[in-house]
T-cell receptor
Framework: DGGITQSPKYLFRKEGQNVTLSCEQN?????MYWYRQDPGQGLRLIYY???????QKGDIAEGYSVSREKKESFPLTVTSAQKNPTAFYLC???????????????FGEGSRLTVL | AQSVTQLGSHVSVSEGALVLLRCNYS??????LFWYVQYPNQGLQLLLK??????LVKGINGFEAEFKKSETSFHLTKPSAHMSDAAEYFC????????FGQGTELSVKP
């Protein structure tokens, strides 16, 4: 089945460690996104990518990094510079990124990161 | 700039009662509007979307929403709540990127 796969689903990290969250899609979508979700704050955009080898900062990019070496993959690294990394992270994709497209996103099931 | 405001972070209804989740938007251009649902520890799933066709939009699981330009609203309704409707619901507006509201958690009492 086509979809978005995020791994791991749960992850624990010690303070000061970097951690990488995986996101893979087989929908042949051009655009991919990373969101952070905290209780009562909705979804906040971290990074997005329109095409391979190109990505843009979202609203809360500080302390995060991404890469887009393949169309199917958009991993997110939470670095030790992220001051409050405990959150639920969601990866999404869409056929393309355009200002007036229909905007529907397809989401993975999320990764919950807890910093100990 | 586009934005959405969801009124009420938590709504509780009895099984069989009407569900009404409120969303107001702000947009300088005709908006594309969406409702998504999220079950615990899962990703978001599209319920329905408005893209300037019919103002009454029907979605999955018996939900519908009405676009009212004069009220800048896009409220989500369902005539009769079911226990399986308990989830968090997000309103979103397309503004170059998808902008989400803060979410409304729906509880359904037996």
């Amino acid at each position: 089945d086509g979809g978005i796969t995020q791994s791991p689903k749960y992850l624990f990290r010690k303070e000061g460690q970097n951690v990488t969250l995986s996101c893979e899609q087989n929908l042949n979508h051009d655009a991919m996104y990373w969101y952070r979700q905290d209780p009562g704050q909705g979804l906040r955009l971290i990074y997005y990518s329109q095409i391979v080898n190109d990505f843009q900062k979202g609203d809360i990019a500080e302390g995060y990094s991404v890469s887009r070496e393949k169309k199917e993959s958009f991993p997110l690294t939470v670095t030790s510079a992220q001051k409050n990394p405990t959150a639920f992270y969601l990866c999404a994709s869409s056929p393309r990124l355009a200002r007036r497209n229909t905007g529907e996103l397809f989401f993975g099931e999320g990764s919950r990161l807890t910093v100990l | 700039a586009q934005s959405v405001t969801q009124l009420g972070s938590h709504v509780s209804v009895s099984e069989g009662a009407l569900v009404l989740l409120r969303c107001n938007y702000s947009s300088s251009v005709p908006p594309y509007l969406f409702w998504y649902v999220q079950y615990p520890n899962q990703g978001l799933q599209l319920l329905l979307k408005y893209t300037s066709a019919a103002t009454l939009v029907k979605g999955i699981n018996g939900f519908e929403a009405e676009f009212k330009k004069s009220e800048t609203s896009f409220h989500l309704t369902k005539p009769s709540a079911h226990m399986s409707d308990a989830a968090e619901y997000f309103c979103a507006v397309q503004g170059g990127k998808l902008i989400f509201g803060q979410g409304t958690e729906l509880s359904v009492k037996p």
